[in-house]
């Protein structure tokens, strides 16, 4: 087994094992552990580096990217994110179901060959957009990854949808590119919290600003320094990963 610090300790890897999808009875009997391809993909999510590079002692890069494809397209990595959402607010003495969001969106430099990409022209980034929502805790609830040129208001609202499902909801804050959205729904309340007029310069907003410091946790996986993934999807999943890296590390 390879030795890298980004793999998982035998702790870690018994709070996610169950999600992964164990191999049929008379099938195709997998050569490599569930544990190394996944020490694998968070490997390349630490490190940034690209799949052919992935170091030898790691299962080959190709049957790596299979199963991480395969994983993403059943929403594995997104459903590990919300196990472990429970479990870091139970730790921290929390209720499971969070009584507030926080929304906000990140543009990031793309590679390339990216399926989907624009130009933010306000922050002159060429690429894709990340929208994020998270709790005060800055642990992430859902995402949405678009082009850069998207307005902002578009993913909140089918942010929406996602958020009606917390009994608990009770308020979300949001910035001015939201104020769209900003309003009374059911059970909830969206809400603009913008810096005062007067203020200069960055000033951090009040519980809103754990926002940016989840960006700022996310930006530190290698991987999402740069919006590399073809498959928007797949960004997704990066994000998602590199999300659950950060609470097993805490967990742990």
């Not at 299979?66 to 003495?93: A, P």
């Not at 990216?114 to 929502?133: N, Q």
């Not at 700022?216 to 890296?245: C, N, T």
Request: charged share 25%; hydrophobic share 35%.
């Amino acid at each position: 087994m390879s030795n890298y610090p980004s793999n998982l300790t035998d702790n870690q890897w018994n709070l996610i094992k169950d999600f992964l999808p164990e191999t049929k009875n008379g099938g195709y009997q997998r050569k490599h552990s569930r544990r190394e391809m996944l020490n694998a993909i968070f490997y390349i999510n630490k490190t940034g580096c690209q799949w052919r590079y992935l170091p030898g002692d790691f299962p080959p890069w190709n049957a790596v990217y299979s199963y991480f494809r395969r994983l993403s397209s059943k929403n594995i990595f997104e459903k590990i994110n919300t196990h472990l959402n429970k479990k870091v607010r139970v730790n921290d003495g929390r209720d499971v179901n969070p009584s507030l969001f926080c929304i906000d969106s990140q543009s990031v430099h793309g590679d390339v060959n990216l399926d989907e990409k624009g130009t933010d022209g306000h922050k002159k980034v060429k690429g894709r957009k990340r929208h994020i929502v998270t709790d005060v805790m800055g642990l992430v609830f859902f995402c949405i990854i678009t082009a850069a040129n998207v307005s902002d208001i578009h993913p909140g609202r089918e942010f929406i949808s996602d958020m009606s499902s917390n009994p608990r909801l009770q308020k979300v804050l949001v910035d001015a590119a939201y104020q769209g959205i900003a309003g009374e729904y059911s059970g909830f309340k969206i809400e603009v919290s913008s810096k005062k007029p007067d203020q200069e310069g960055f000033v951090p907003v009040h519980k809103r600003w754990v926002v940016e410091r989840t960006f700022a946790w996310l930006k530190r996986q290698r991987r999402l320094a740069r919006d590399y993934e073809f498959d928007s999807s797949h960004q997704r999943s990066m994000v998602y990963i590199g999300m659950a890296r950060i609470m097993l590390n805490r967990l742990s």
